[in-house]
């Protein structure tokens, strides 16, 4: 299994971004996906994470109400809508396949990460 993510960059505070993750495989849909990001210094975190069917989300505290996690499994995809950024969103994010298909929320129930994506939020 490879996971692909794409479509960070530098933004201003205040502004919107959308990560994607392209995942190889034919059961993409029988695997949550999560989000992590891990900033200069900090130990990883949770971001958000999606069942495999999609109908199941659940976000960190830090992020509710401005970012949205999707997926497409028809695509292999999943999404990472990231809005009102704040200077401290400022990390490498992760995308990651859980080991089972219900949402997960720790790092060490995953086993497929991808490269990562930097996404810098300016003030």
């Known amino acids: 299994v490879q996971l692909q993510a794409s479509g960070g960059g530098l933004v201003q505070a205040g502004g919107s971004l959308r990560l994607s993750c392209a995942a190889s495989g034919r059961t993409f849909s029988s695997y949550g996906m999560g989000w992590f990001r891990q900033a200069p210094g900090k130990e990883r975190e949770f971001v958000a994470a999606?069942?495999?069917?999609?109908?199941?989300?659940y976000s960190a505290d830090s992020v509710k109400g401005r970012f949205t996690i999707s997926r497409d499994n028809a695509k292999n995809s999943v999404y990472l809508q990231m809005d009102s950024l704040k200077p401290e969103d400022t990390a490498v994010y992760y995308c990651?396949?859980?080991?089972?298909?219900?949402?997960?929320?720790?790092?060490?129930?995953?086993?497929?990460w991808g490269q990562g994506t930097l996404v810098t939020v300016s003030s």
């Open positions: 999606i069942s495999g069917g999609g109908s199941i989300t």
């Open positions: 990651a396949r859980s080991r089972t298909v219900v949402v997960r929320t720790t790092g060490s129930e995953y086993n497929y």
